[in-house]
Each structure stands twice: as structure tokens, then as C-alpha cells.
């Protein structure tokens, strides 16, 4: 089993930055994927970003390429999520996964935190 904990959600402007934390507990592999899905009010969840635990090999939607960045953090066993020029459309809940497997859609994690509300004002 994986516990997922995330922190660091809130509100902030258009163009402000916003770092998400996600902390795991249990059995976490070090060849596991960690990585961040995000569900915008009335649509499906979506994925965001992903980072192979022992690589740091990461992976990314085109909408936040060059936006956000992912890393991670052995000695704490966290994996963090950087939101830098964020934008109104990124208001969402934010949800942490991981899984032994790669994964880009919802349906992929095995493993799940509870989500953290982000929201970006105009």
C-alpha cells in the first residue's frame, strides 16, 4: 500500500506560482511513477505531470509544458509540483497518483491522494 498526502493548494492571481507537495508513505518503490492529474470544475480528470521515482525521467501535458515543473525529493519521499505563471484555466482540484506503471490518463494510477484545491483569479 501508498499513502498520498498533498499540501500546498490556495488562491493566487493570474501569473502568480503556487508549489504543491505530495507525501508518500508505505511501500514506495523507488521504480515507481509519482505524478499529478487535476480535475477542473464540471470536466474529467486530466493528467498534469508524472516523474519516475529513481530516473527523475519526467513527463508532461502541453498544456503546462514549459509552466510547471516536477521533482522530487528522496530524503523526504516527496514529490513536489512548481506552478509558475499560472493561469485562470488551471483552477482545479490537484491530485497526486503514483503507480509501478507510467500513466497519462486517470485511469492508470493505482494510488491516489485526496485531491488540493488550486484557484487562479483574473
Known amino acids: 500500500q501508498v499513502q498520498l498526502v498533498e499540501s500546498g493548494g490556495g488562491s493566487v492571481q493570474a501569473g502568480g506560482s503556487l508549489r504543491l507537495s505530495c507525501a508518500a508513505s508505505?511501500?514506495?518503490?523507488?521504480?515507481?511513477?509519482m505524478g499529478w492529474f487535476r480535475q477542473p470544475p464540471g470536466k474529467e480528470r486530466e493528467f498534469v505531470a508524472a516523474?519516475?521515482?529513481?530516473?527523475?525521467?519526467?513527463d508532461y501535458a502541453d498544456s503546462v509544458k514549459g509552466r510547471f515543473s516536477i521533482s522530487r525529493d528522496d530524503a523526504e519521499n516527496t514529490v513536489y509540483l512548481q506552478m509558475n505563471s499560472l493561469k485562470v484555466e488551471d483552477t482545479a482540484v490537484y491530485y497526486c497518483?503514483?503507480?509501478?506503471?507510467?500513466?497519462?490518463?486517470?485511469?492508470?494510477?493505482?494510488?491516489w491522494g485526496q485531491g488540493t484545491q488550486v484557484t487562479v483569479s483574473s
Open positions: 516523474i519516475k521515482w529513481n530516473s527523475g525521467r519526467s
Open positions: 497518483a503514483a503507480d509501478r506503471f507510467l500513466f497519462t490518463t486517470a485511469q492508470g494510477p493505482g494510488y
Open positions: 508505505g511501500r514506495t518503490p523507488s521504480n515507481y511513477y
